[in-house]
Nanobody
């Protein structure tokens, strides 16, 4: 059974930092491209960042220079370091494993507010 479990969400002030984690089980983690997506209230889900199985990374323009995606294959975990957060980063953040099949986590809420 494949499971992706996100953690690390919460309330953070504008300009602050937060680190999200997504722990995967039931898949050969190192063979998957891992990504983070987010969905704000009333909006469609949007792509945030991706890390390939060769550690190549890509970011949406809205988070470039502020967010960092990384992966730890021995721990089957992908991370999203969020720095200099803004109110528009408020959303539910989802982890995705992309391979022969795609898998999604259930999401973790991030709220940026003073």
């Amino acid at each position: 059974q494949v499971q992706l479990v996100e953690s690390g969400g919460g309330l953070v002030q504008p300009g602050g930092s937060l680190r999200l984690a997504c722990a995967a089980s039931g898949i050969r983690f190192s063979g998957y491209v891992m990504g983070w997506y987010r969905q704000a209230p009333g909006k469609s889900r949007e792509w945030v960042a991706t890390v390939t199985n060769t550690d190549s990374t890509n970011y949406a323009d809205s988070v470039k220079g502020r967010f960092t995606i990384s992966r730890d294959n021995p721990k089957n975990t992908v991370y999203l370091q969020m720095n200099s957060v803004k109110s528009e980063d408020t959303a539910v953040y989802y982890c995705q494993a992309r391979g022969v099949r795609d898998f999604w986590g259930r999401g973790t809420q991030v709220t940026v507010s003073s």
